[in-house]
Structures are given as C-alpha cells and as structure tokens.
C-alpha cells in the first residue's frame, strides 16, 4: 500500500507540473477584435455577426477557435475564396483570434426553416443520417440542437440554408477541401438532401 501511495503522488506531482508547463492559451483583446471586425467584416456578416445576406454566413455565437481556424486557412490559402482570402491576407493571427472571440460573445438571431415539403426529410438526414450510403447523423457531430463542439465542429443552427447549401456542394466537389470527413458525407448527398438538411439547420435553435 505504501509504494502505491508512494507512486500515486508521483504520477500527481508530475500531472501537476506538466500542467504547469503546458503554454497558456494566447490572449484575446476583445475591443480590439469588436474594432477589427468593423472595419473588415461587418459590411457582409452584419454589425453584430448576424448576416442579413443569405449568401453569408451568421457568424455571431459561433465558436472563437473555429473562425481563428477557417480564417488562417483562408489566409494560407488551405480555404479558398478569392473575396476572403484578400481579406484575410491583411490579418494577423492576433486579429484573427480578437475577432473570432469578439464574435463568440455575439447573441445569434434564430432562424428557421422555408421548405414545408422538405423539412422531414432534413430532420430524418441531421438526426438519423441515410444508413443505406453510411451518412452519418449531423447530429452526432453538430449536436442535436446545432449547438456544434466548440474547436471541432462549427455551430450550425440557425444558418442561412443558402450558405449551408453552398458549402456542401463545395464539399462534395473539392472545391472547398480544408476538411476531409466533411467531403467524404457530402459526396453521398444528391442535391435535393443538401438543400432538405440545410433549410432544416436554418430553423434548429
């Protein structure tokens, strides 16, 4: 019993000092980012994050660790889009996280869905999936709700089914590769499941 005692402080005592050492989280200056994003990005995703242009995406809520990531992939050119990577050429890394935890303190409007001829079908794809081609449920990376798991899977609820409807397609044709399990689902969509699941998201809350 003494030894164990003896190894269990020690696997304590070294938990507590590689915690000690792992880096601290970079800081965020959220006034700065609020200033950064004025003049750079609230002309097409809105004064507070909530887009009001169906073709661009509601930013407000969405998880800080997610847009630092698609906007340093946009700048790397990992993302393409030729009106977004000029504008994320001109920012640091500093901006791009001041922005992106200025935006996650941001409240998203609701939306909801359009299609009342789809919406089942939207439902049946995001909770359930299509078991007969392995798509997987949304859900169980999304969350039920679209809440998303922040620094992996992107908030989802509420987004305009047109900018939901355009990144699947990308997905699915490599024309937007910076994730490949994103890919490998949409490539067993048809047209008429994109655009079923994306107005179903558009209405999640």
Known sequence: ???????????????????ADA??????????????YGAVCAACHGADGNSTVPSQPNLAGQHA??????????????????IMQGFAAALSE???????????TQKPKPGFA???DTVMLGERI?????????????AGCHSPNGAGI??????????????????????????RANNAPMHDVSAKMNDREIKAVADYIAGLR
């Open 1 to 19: 019993m003494k030894s164990f005692a003896v190894l269990l402080t020690a696997t304590l005592l070294a938990a507590t000092a590689s915690a």
């Open 114 to 116: 359009k299609d009342k």
């Open 23 to 36: 880096p601290a989280a970079p800081k965020v200056d959220l006034a700065k980012g609020a200033a950064s």
């Open 65 to 82: 660790e997610y847009l630092t990531k698609q906007m340093l992939e946009f700048k790397s050119g990992v993302r393409k889009d030729p």
């Open 150 to 175: 922040p620094a992996q899977y992107p908030r989802l609820s509420g987004q305009h089914a047109d900018y939901t409807v355009k990144q699947l397609i990308a997905f699915r044709d490599g024309s």
């Open 94 to 104: 500093a901006d791009a996280r001041n922005i992106s935890a200025w935006l996650a």
């Open 126 to 138: 995001y909770r359930g999936g299509i078991q007969d081609r392995n798509v997987p449920a949304c």
